[in-house]
């Protein structure tokens, strides 16, 4: 068990119920529970997608490591993402936006 109650910062728990390599849903929810069980002092927002792959990274993230073919390689190595992937790309949007906001709200603050 990773004791997320002993994390100091923000946490972004990010994971989607279709991830082939790992029950990440299953996971963030035991993570979630935990935290609110346990005394902590960590904001965290816990993002759960039902369509997104194993590949829950910020849009924009993976359009600079593949700017070219990211829809084909995704769909190739995932079959979640070659059946939805309207879904699996409005999660990697949300996530973008998400952490974006709190990346600005971090640097605003400090």
């Known amino acids: 068990?990773?004791?997320v109650?002993?994390?100091?910062?923000r946490l972004f728990l990010v994971g989607a119920e279709d991830d082939s390599f790992?029950?990440?849903?299953?996971?963030?929810?035991?993570?979630d529970r935990r935290l609110k069980e346990?005394?902590?002092t960590c904001?965290?927002?816990?993002l759960v997608y039902e369509h997104g792959t194993h590949f829950v990274l910020p849009e924009s993230m993976l359009r600079m490591v593949l700017p070219v073919g990211l829809k084909f390689?995704?769909?190739f190595i995932f079959k979640a993402a070659k059946e939805y992937?309207?879904?699996?790309e409005a999660a990697r949007k949300d996530i973008d936006r998400r952490l974006s906001a709190a990346l600005k709200?971090?640097?605003?603050?400090?």
């Not at 109650?5 to 910062?9: A, D, R």
């Not at 790992?22 to 993570?31: N, P, Q, S, V």
């Not at 992937?85 to 699996?88: H, R, S």
Request: proline letters at 8%.
């Open 85 to 88: 992937p309207d879904e699996c």
């Open 5 to 9: 109650e002993n994390i100091k910062g």
């Open 1 to 3: 068990m990773i004791k």
């Open 105 to 110: 709200e971090w640097r605003e603050e400090n």
């Open 38 to 40: 346990r005394p902590h």
């Open 73 to 75: 390689v995704l769909r």
């Open 22 to 31: 790992w029950e990440a849903g299953k996971y963030i929810r035991r993570m």
């Open 43 to 46: 904001e965290y927002v816990p």
